[in-house]
């Protein structure tokens, strides 16, 4: 692992604050929690940890190289798949941060390991950390396939964009209540919508809702 002195550039990094790339963490105390972090920015579109940096900006430093290893095993052993990471140390007012960068993860979704050993996906909204959905899900395997566009639309495909169009944003379970639709073919068809770009997922008072893009 690397060591620097780059006062400047964490400054820099800090005066950002915590948004959908960076997030701040004064210490490292639940692997698991770390790894919820590490899956929903590999699920996302990567990002940054600052290390010994508190939710106000205020530099604390690290004490101990645990948060390493805490690290290490979060991306490693509680994350499935494994999650690639870079580790360095900053010198930044006489105190140790330490700056822990994720790459987006190629094949997608990366799931945390809880306590109970359930894994969960997570996706990175704004500067939260929100469980991934069944449609999330579903997209992502759909993104492994190699199937070619989608050009026409079935009846109940036609039927799901119309409710959509009228209704400006639904949840999930309102698209198959009002849809009529059995809930694993909704979910199939919004995943499909949002991987050629006709729907988007809108994190919104603490749901998400899907609606059409605007053209």
């Known amino acids: 692992m690397k060591e620097r002195s780059g006062e400047t550039y964490i400054q820099e990094l800090i005066k950002e604050g915590e948004h959908q790339q960076q997030d701040f963490k004064f210490e490292i105390s639940d692997v698991c929690k770390i790894a919820k972090s590490l899956s929903a920015f590999a699920n ?12 106000n900006g205020k530099i604390a430093g690290v004490h101990s190289e645990e948060e390493q290893y805490m690290i290490q095993a979060a991306a490693e052993l509680f994350c499935v798949p494994p999650v690639a990471f870079e ?8 105190k140790q941060v330490l700056l822990t960068e994720i790459k987006r993860a190629r094949k997608r979704p990366v799931y945390a390991k809880g306590e109970d050993g359930k894994l969960t996906a997570y996706v990175r909204v704004a500067d939260e950390n929100i469980l991934a959905t069944p449609v999330h899900l579903r997209y992502w395997q759909q993104s492994e396939s190699q199937s070619g566009e989608l050009t026409v639309y079935s009846e109940r495909e036609q039927h799901l964009l119309s409710l959509l169009n009228e209704c400006r944003m639904l949840t999930l379970n309102k698209c198959c209540k009002l849809s009529g639709l059995p809930r694993p073919v909704t979910i199939k068809l919004l995943a499909r919508f ?6 988007e997922a809108i994190y919104k008072e603490h749901q998400f809702y899907f609606t059409q893009r605007n053209s």
């Open 44 to 55: 996302t579109d990567g990002g940054r940890l600052l290390i010994g940096v508190k939710d």
């Open 87 to 94: 580790m360095t140390t900053y010198i930044v007012e006489g």
């Open 194 to 199: 949002i991987r050629y770009g006709i729907v």
